[in-house]
């Protein structure tokens, strides 16, 4: 497998799950909050997703733009792949046989982290995930806002991409701004980020 780690936006989509087990419902739910479409071929129902049946296989990948075979029926999976012929498409029960992962992924406000471990262990990526979501702190997440203020204004102001980045570097690093992101005070954050800007600007127009 040769992969590169996409986000993909889903709004609209269309997502064929086969398999209504955990794996199969963590899928269908996972694809329905980012807002696609979801049939499921399985015997539970899944709520909000699209009942569809085993006999109408064809059609229904014909349907998807991505396919997850989650079943326990590992034949099935395997027809599942024949018809995907080149579609993209997800093997929950063996990774190298799909030419898409879906991996162990978290979300702390405007972060997310997604974490693969070459199909080696599963339970390393959960391990690493709540590692990572310790270390990710409320400072880490205010400072997020104070670079994205910082980077609309410079964004309108500054044409050269290097002298913009070496200005957000400077915002992050600034004692000021640490001091009053510490304190929870992100107006003061953004503030001071502002007057760095402008004590900048006259060199980097």
Known sequence: M??????????????????????GRRRAERFLEAGAEVAVIGTSEIEGTIPAVEDDLEYWVDWADLIVAASPDRDLNERVSELADGKLINR????????VVVPATFSIGEVSVSIFTGTKSPLMARYLRERIQEAITHEDLLMIEVQDRARSILMEEVGDHRKRRRILY?????????????????????????????????GCR
């Open 92 to 99: 929950a029960d063996d990774p190298s046989r799909g030419n």
């Open 170 to 202: 400077e915002i992050s690093e600034d004692p000021g701004v640490r001091e009053m992101i510490e304190g929870g005070d992100l107006d003061g954050a953004v503030e001071r980020a502002e007057i760095i800007i402008r004590d900048r600007m006259g």
């Open 2 to 23: 040769s992969l590169t780690p996409l986000y993909i936006d889903m709004d609209g989509r269309r997502v064929l799950i086969v398999g209504s087990g955990g794996v």
